[in-house]
């Protein structure tokens, strides 16, 4: 999208009570940070704003000897720079080789940010729950970043509980299963060729899990169908959806994406409704258990 439509969705976003941002080094090669970044300078020192960035997949080829203190350097001089901040609020790594989260020396280097003040603090984005588990008990790890929505709930078993008790702050990304859970797609959708949900849908690109939250297409549409039906009213799908994340003990925000001003403002509204009541998640839960389950439960 243009640079003024980007900024309308971000302002739109802030001035609908959103208080988190969440972007990466690799996004737009740079333009995603740096757009945040002059936003955030107009609206002045007092913003109120936390940004996330992420690092690691600027390696190329992105393999775990990639993951060291002098890249780690450079890739957050560079979001510095971006975001025009002498200390990023939050750096995760992105989808690193699970290699990466097993071993001490990564998390000394970002503790070594920290101390020279790049970083205030710094967490990791994960594709399975198993990764996730690894970097939680990590004593300095401030935020994991999953996959969590209706359509993905393993976390819930095991990594909300631990992250809770570790007090490891919880990112759900992928909240509406890449648009599946907005209620607006059928069989006959098509999307465009440079979309991942076109070149992705078998993992050609990357994790097929960031695709449709790993749910093959035709059952995705038939299961948001159902969910659609047990909407509230005065509510969309997509609100339903986001809701039930933040109802999720241990969720510490969700990040849903907007590609117009109305969509950020949407999302946003799904704070204001009450929690999910018991009849819905039974039937959310049912939902899952009948449709989706198999197809994703052993994956991630």
């Known amino acids: 999208m243009s640079d003024e439509a980007a900024l309308e969705v971000l302002g739109a976003a802030v001035d609908s009570g959103v208080t988190f941002l969440d972007t990466a ?95 205030a603090a710094y967490g990791v984005s994960v594709e399975t729950v198993d990764e996730a588990l690894e970097a939680i008990v990590r004593p300095n790890v401030a935020t994991v970043q999953i996959i969590l929505n209706v359509f993905r709930r393993k976390p819930l078993e095991q990594v909300l509980p631990l992250a809770a008790a570790e007090g490891v702050g919880i990112i ?27 070149y992705n849908r078998d993992g050609q690109a990357f994790d097929v899990g960031e695709t449709f939250a790993g ?3 035709e059952v995705g549409v038939a299961a948001a169908r159902e969910v659609a039906d047990l909407t509230p009213a005065g509510a969309t799908t997509a609100q ?14 969700v990040i849903p994406g907007a590609r117009s001003a109305a969509q950020a403002v949407a999302n946003a509204q799904a704070a204001a409704l009450p929690p999910v009541d018991e009849e819905t998640l039974d039937g959310l839960r049912g939902i899952y258990d009948g449709r989706i389950r198999q197809h994703v439960h052993v994956r991630w």
């Open 25 to 119: 080094d690799v996004y737009g090669d740079g333009r995603s940070e740096k757009l945040i970044g002059s936003f955030l300078a107009a609206r002045g020192p007092n913003h109120g704003i936390t940004v996330a960035t992420k690092m690691g997949r600027r390696a190329d080829p992105h393999t775990a000897e990639a993951y060291t203190l002098s890249w780690f350097r450079a890739w957050t001089d560079r979001s510095r720079e971006n975001l025009d901040a002498d200390t990023l609020d939050l750096v995760q790594l992105h989808c690193p080789p699970s290699e990466v989260l097993r071993r001490e020396s990564t998390y000394d280097a970002l503790d070594v940010l920290v101390d020279e003040g790049r970083i």
């Open 215 to 217: 749910v093959p297409f």
């Open 172 to 198: 759900a990304r992928v909240p509406l299963a890449s648009g599946l859970l907005s209620g607006k797609y059928d069989e006959h959708t098509q999307f465009a060729d440079d979309d991942h949900r076109s």
């Open 240 to 253: 339903l959806a986001l809701r039930w994340i933040i109802d999720q003990p241990g969720v510490s925000v």
